[in-house]
């Protein structure tokens, strides 16, 4: 029973680069998640997709955000011209339906130089 | 939003004692989640608690959703133990966290 896998699990990178994260859910789970946790926080929700459908984009995503699960499978995060304020653990999860436990991944420590 | 509070924010304990850590949320919810994050930064799930009491292993959690709280009771804290214990509710489908107790377990 394989959980939730994200890769990379760091990426270290130069002010306005783009970065892409990948996560790969439970298998049986229609429903994943991104959230965002920085130094001494809580993760914080960024966004969520029904099978394909991307359903909810919190403000925390701005337009330099964007996320995609083709065919409802993996998801990938995209961060374009990446600033400071971007370094974080983002981490990625996935739930069998709403009432549902939602189970994470590892996450992906991202660094900005 | 719901408001999740957890307390203490910070606990140090000598290897072998118990702890009870404390979450409050604003708002009756249909589920809780509380989860151990590791110094390697891991989220691992501990337990789904809508209500009621539920052991696994040296860890307990209890639920009481009319008065909108959940403990969290660690019994023998061993080293391991060390690391964030967060508790998540659902606020319509995403959850909101609060911002943790860190827990220092000394050998």
């Known amino acids: 029973d394989t959980g939730v896998s994200q890769n990379p699990r760091h990426k270290i990178t130069k002010r306005g680069q783009n970065v892409t994260f990948r996560c790969d859910p439970i298998?049986?789970?229609?429903?994943l998640y991104w959230y965002r946790q920085t130094l001494g926080q809580g993760p914080e929700f960024l966004t969520y997709?029904?099978?394909?459908?991307?359903?909810?984009k919190s403000r925390l995503l701005s337009d330099r955000f964007s996320a995609e699960r083709p065919k409802g499978s993996f998801s990938t995060l995209e961060i374009q011209r990446t600033e400071q304020g971007d370094s974080a653990m983002y981490l990625c999860?996935?739930?069998?339906?709403?009432?549902?436990?939602?189970?994470f991944g590892d996450g992906t420590r991202l660094s900005i130089l | 939003g719901i408001q999740v509070e957890q307390s203490p924010p910070d606990l140090i304990l000598q290897e072998g004692a118990n702890s009870t850590l404390r979450c409050n949320f604003s708002d009756s919810v249909n589920n809780l989640q509380w989860f151990h994050q590791n110094p390697w930064g891991q989220l691992i799930n501990l337990f789904y608690i809508p209500s009621g009491t539920k052991q696994n292993g040296r860890l307990s959690a209890t639920t009481v959703a009319t008065e909108r709280y959940s403990l969290l009771y660690i019994s023998s804290s061993q080293t391991t133990d060390s690391g964030v214990y967060f508790c998540a509710v659902p606020n319509d489908y995403k959850l909101s966290f609060g911002a943790g107790t860190t827990v220092t377990v000394r050998a």
């Open positions: 298998s049986e789970h229609n429903r």
């Open positions: 999860a996935s739930s069998l339906g709403t009432r549902q436990p939602q189970h």
């Open positions: 997709f029904q099978n394909e459908a991307q359903l909810e």
